[in-house]
C-alpha cells in the first residue's frame, strides 16, 4: 500500500493550493484520510481529518480557510487550502488508515511529504 502526495508549490500569501492524495495497492478498505504538516524543529500536528460518514474535523488555525475533501471511488484524499498564509509554511503529510484484507487489523500509512511554500 502506498499514499501518493502531490500538489505542493510556491504561493503568495492570500492565494489557494490544492492538494492531492491517492492510495494505490492491495487493500480492502480505508477508514480515516488526513492531512498533517510539520515545519522544522515542531512535531507534526494534524490539520484537516476526513472521517467516513463525511465528519471531518480541523485545527483551529485552518479553520474557514482549509476543506478536506476524499473521493472513495478514486481512494483519494483532498486538501483545499484558501486564504494561505506565511504560518501554513510547511511539508504537508497525507495519512489513511487502511485494512488490507478481510482478516487483517487497519493501518496506519503515510505519505511522502509535499511542500507548500507561501511567501510574496
Known amino acids: 500500500v502506498q499514499l501518493q502526495a502531490s500538489g505542493g508549490g510556491l504561493v503568495q500569501p492570500g492565494g489557494s493550493l490544492r492538494l492531492s492524495c491517492a492510495a494505490s495497492g492491495s487493500f480492502v478498505d480505508i477508514g480515516l484520510m488526513a492531512w498533517y504538516r510539520q515545519t522544522p524543529g515542531k512535531q507534526r500536528e494534524s490539520v484537516a481529518i476526513s472521517l467516513r460518514g463525511g465528519n471531518n474535523n480541523y485545527a483551529d488555525s485552518v479553520k474557514g480557510r482549509f476543506t478536506i475533501s476524499r473521493d472513495n471511488a478514486k481512494n483519494t484524499v483532498y486538501l483545499q487550502m484558501d486564504s494561505l498564509k506565511p504560518e501554513d509554511t510547511a511539508l504537508y503529510y497525507c495519512?489513511?488508515?487502511?485494512?488490507?484484507?478481510?482478516?487483517?487489523?487497519?493501518?496506519?500509512?503515510w505519505g511522502q511529504g509535499t511542500l507548500v511554500t507561501v511567501s510574496s
Open positions: 495519512n489513511a488508515v487502511i485494512r488490507r484484507s478481510r482478516d487483517s487489523f487497519y493501518t496506519n500509512y
